[in-house]
């Protein structure tokens, strides 16, 4: 009797042992299949990776049982100050992050900062019902105006409440509201209040003076978020001045690159940034050309300072790639491509086909993919041709493509070690900071529970593998001695 | 100098013509992997897909340039009812749908049912502060009330306004609410209503006369909504009668079968159901071994009748199925399993982590899965082992899970063609009808653009096929004809 008792215990210890090896044995194919798994960490990187893990497990598991406090699934604007505050936002900042591959150049500063060159002198402004116009100019505008042209510090002065008038201009150059669940109701809401940032900003930030000051600033504050190299996208406006001097899109891009030579000498830790020329997509075939010379141009003038091209604009009113697509093929064996695609959740429509052209344009890296995760062919295709994903999270919710950043196709790019890098795209519109704040959602709201450490040194290598800064050996040199000390400050508690 | 110019222009050709080739190459993969491809359609069915793709298309597309419209991406309760009155809806609702395989017994009919049991005699209630209490008995209840007891006809007689009366008690029967994103400001939020639903209706539906009427009229129900066959879940509580009878587990699932008998006499064009006993998760070990013992006794006494067994209750707050690993790998060579797993947006933790235990279990089909997408490893698992996923779109919006449909990861399912059947889960809860709901989000708001229909008809026959309805191909016979019909009246424009 006992004998069969025993056996029947032992069957079933067996059986339920089997269960626990299978389930055990998937999740470990899992977690070796994830980003970063492939890192080993040396005993002081286990060492900073317990502390990270536990203010990172601390707040997930407390908002697990308590989830109306979870900061990550409300909306951005609700938490993103907040958020500044926690150790594990702070330990973020001071980690090198290697490089930012997706950034529109005049989207990437502050409002704040925005406003304060409103205090410049000669900047005349136009209030018209709905639009503000911005001009400098050392006299009164030529350009209509409904209303009239005054000089801003007029205007400011004969205000009754200068706090307020300032306010109001603020208002203008950011998309943070306290209710963007009701002003940005879709993701074209959203869009308008976007497309208009640029619009009234461009006057402003075009002027000369102000275009070669936004410039040095945007890489300093980078540098300051601990980014070392990045790849600034442009539609390079023309510029002017106040001699009346009209500067084209080649000439632009060259005083880029002055202003990063001269930026290079007062900081030479810094890497250094290359340019993507991303003209505007709602054009016909023939403006499409006439970009393609001017990049061409560029390259001849500055080879080593241009990356490539991409197109930008809203992807769902614009034309499709594939309307370009014969133009476009014509100018790959000249230039590298960069493309944006993806940025949509209209499955099967002629934006979400954009992935399609891209891809077999060869382009370099794509901006966004966020409908990637609905095409099986091309997530295979963009893993084996290397073509990483340029993810900008906070983007993504700013601009109303997924409201809650658990359901962010980012989450299943992690698991599956797609190449991706993270990016923050206009991070000065929403008031972020330069990259921290898509490492932080990213790494406490997108990714597993059982993402550490490995995943994060990961994200940011991909970052220098993934760019076209020419020397990779040197700057990932550069980056190990630098990810040594910010580990060794964690470890002795100095961060 | 003519011929270099040709030359020129053969090679631009040429290579606009490869990337074209490439991307039409990729896109001919892509829809060739989708669910549905591998259907081939008739030449009537030819015509009946020209007009439903018409419907569809006209509405996408239309969406697509006034996003603002587009009713799949609000909340369900704000376009549900106006859907209805749409072409494309009605024809979905007379097509056949196959089977429904994930339903819980007692939230399948509308607020409006209900309602009209509480007009039944020898019915008691409780107003309590916050809660109300229903009773059926023959006198003064004895189970304890904080204010009093009251037969139901009486309060209303004396209610100074019945419309508004009936109108307070219909709210305790559905989710619905004008406000829902306010309402709903998380999954918990959602699940506490959703909990208090069946809570409330608990002892009106549990009366044996009730239960009885309450299966049949749903089997009523899904027939007319042209579903053909169900299997349903039930947690099989207690029922009791006037007389102060009390029925178990065991007996509560034996009532059922005679009411299925009786009811396939009265409709013997249906095709049956088969019960999936799936008790409440948020327990211990030891009842969970009680509820084994409880299946595998109904299996004895109705083994034509037990499809399986299932853990049912919100993922994120019960015990992770973990907990019962060796009491279920024990049972697995008796019962077959159909768990619940992955109705979570919470990576990596104990709930998301219950699609690994429930595969190691051999299960059948996975309810929900929701979180599948982020698992690699599991999805390639999933496709070779032929674990069918159960997937409930309008319950996963209602009980907040994501948002707009169309970032749900049944879009990625479809494009993979992952063995997917579609179901409604409690569509009485949220007053959508049995299955048409489900099809028509998932058709205009999920799915690709491109997906027609043949996805609809493969999605009709997956259902059946991972149904465990023991003669496949009588049933899939029976659903060939009903299609041909279906087709035949669409095309003559009889529908
Ligand atoms: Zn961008
Ligand atoms: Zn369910």
Known sequence: MSIVICLFYFIVATAAKNAIEDRNKLLERELKMMLGS????????????EIIMDLKIKELDYAFHHPQTFNLSKHFFDYKDEVEDTELFKLLQQMPKGAVLHAHDTGLL????????????DLYVCFQ??????????????????????LLSDARLSSSNVEKFDADLRKLFTLVVSNPKEVYSDVNAAWRKFQQYFITTGPLLSYKPV???????????????????????????????????????????????????RFMEDYPDFYG????????????????????????????????????????GQED?????????SELEEAKSELDFFFHAGETNWYGTSSD??????IALDTKRIGHAFALIKHPVLLEEVKKRGIALEVNVVSNVVLKLVDDVRNHPLAAFLAQDLPVV?????????????????????????????????????LALNSLYYSTYPNKDKIVHEFEIRWTKFIDNIVKDKW
Chains 1, 2 share one sequence.
């Not at 492939?38 to 990776?49: F, H, R, V």
């Not at 502050?110 to 409103?118: C, G, I, M, Q």
Request: net charge negative.
């Open 422 to 458: 993270l990016s923050s795209d206009d991070p000065g519109v929403w008031e972020a900071t330069p990259l921290t704040h898509d490492f932080y959602v990213t790494f406490l709201g997108v990714a597993s529970r059982h993402a550490d450490l490995k995943m994060l040194k990961k």
């Open 317 to 325: 009113i614009g034309a499709p790639t594939k309307d370009f697509l």
């Open 273 to 312: 940034a290359k340019l993507i020329y991303a003209p505007f997509r709602m054009v016909d075939t023939k403006t499409v050309k006439k970009y393609i010379d001017i990049a061409k141009e560029i390259k001849r003038l500055a080879p080593d300072f241009l990356a490539g091209f991409d197109l930008v």
């Open 129 to 150: 019902k709905g639009q503000v116009q911005f001009l400098f100019s050392e006299n009164i505008p030529k350009t209509p105006c409904a209303v009239k042209w005054q």
């Open 353 to 358: 086909e954009n992935l399609l052209d891209v």
């Open 38 to 49: 492939d890192i080993s960490l040396s005993d002081s990187e286990m060492k900073a990776n």
């Open 110 to 121: 502050s409002p704040d900062y925005v406003l304060e060159l409103t205090y410049m002198k």
């Open 211 to 261: 275009w070669e000051q936004y410039f040095y600033d945007t890489l300093k504050a980078f540098r300051e978020d601990n980014v070392m190299y990045i790849e600034i996208r442009s539609v390079l406006p023309e510029l002017y001045d106040l001699d009346g001097n009209v500067y084209d899109s080649v000439e632009t891009a060259l005083i880029y690159k002055e202003v990063l030579d």
